[in-house]
Antibody
Framework: EVQLVQSGAEVKKPGESLRISCKGS????????ISWVRQMPGKGLEWMGR????????NYSPSFQGHVTISADNSISTAYLQWSSLKASDTVMYYC??????????????WGQGTLVTVSS | EIVLTQSPGTLSLSPGERATLSCRAS???????LTWYQQKPGQAPRLLIY???SRATGIPDRFSGSGSGTDFTLTISRLEPEDFAVYYC?????????FGPGTKVDIK
């Protein structure tokens, strides 16, 4: 069974660093891009960026470039999203999702369950 | 950046009725890269339609997608109680891979 399992909810203070994870199982991790998608409370979905686990090539949305870092460790089938200094505005739900690298069309076929990050002093 | 606009913002319908949701792109999107997702409260989005018109695995045939270029449509032929949710279109053809703001289908 294909699964993307994300790390649990986090509560942090402004200025702290954080790394959340997304572990893939039930499929060949390197055959799929992993994207991160943000959803602010009661709002829509925003694509943040994606990584190719095989070579760690990363494609960021300009809206998020420089604010977050995406990485992956394909030896443990896990992708990461990290912040060096959190802000209150980072209080959001984050999802990971996978896209098959081969062929067309392109879409997010499986999603993680989401990680809620709360940043509050 | 390709901007996707969805209309209406909210669609209030009764079970058994037909729902027609629109997604308009600010520039042409290849049909291969236009996708629809369904999201229910407290859940992750779920793939519904990919390639503008292909149903994902396990999606009932009351869901259908159509369109090309800048205008795409998701149709739910007869609403079931479990279909009341938010629907997002998304384009995967040009980075950043943008989503529309969503259409909420709620019970009238």
């Amino acid at each position: 069974e294909v699964q993307l399992v994300q790390s649990g909810a986090e509560v942090k203070k402004p200025g702290e660093s954080l790394r959340i994870s997304c572990k893939g199982s039930g499929y060949s991790f390197t055959n799929y891009w992993i994207s991160w998608v943000r959803q602010m409370p009661g709002k829509g979905l925003e694509w943040m960026g994606r990584i190719d686990p095989i070579d760690s090539y990363i494609n960021y949305s300009p809206s998020f470039q420089g604010h977050v870092t995406i990485s992956a460790d394909n030896s443990i089938s896990t992708a990461y999203l990290q912040w060096s200094s959190l802000k209150a505005s980072d209080t959001v739900m984050y999802y990971c999702a996978r896209t098959p690298k081969s062929g067309i069309p392109r879409y997010f076929d499986y999603w993680g369950q989401g990680t809620l990050v709360t940043v509050s002093s | 950046e390709i901007v996707l606009t969805q209309s209406p913002g909210t669609l209030s319908l009764s079970p058994g009725e037909r729902a027609t949701l629109s997604c308009r792109a600010s520039q042409s999107v290849s049909s291969s890269y236009l996708t629809w997702y369904q999201q229910k409260p407290g859940q992750a989005p779920r793939l519904l339609i990919y390639g503008a018109s292909s149903r994902a695995t396990g999606i009932p045939d009351r869901f259908s997608g159509s369109g090309s270029g800048t205008d795409f449509t998701l149709t739910i032929s007869r609403l079931e109680p479990e279909d009341f949710a938010v629907y997002y279109c998304q384009q995967y053809g040009s980075s950043p891979f943008t989503f529309g703001p969503g259409t909420k289908v709620d019970i009238k």
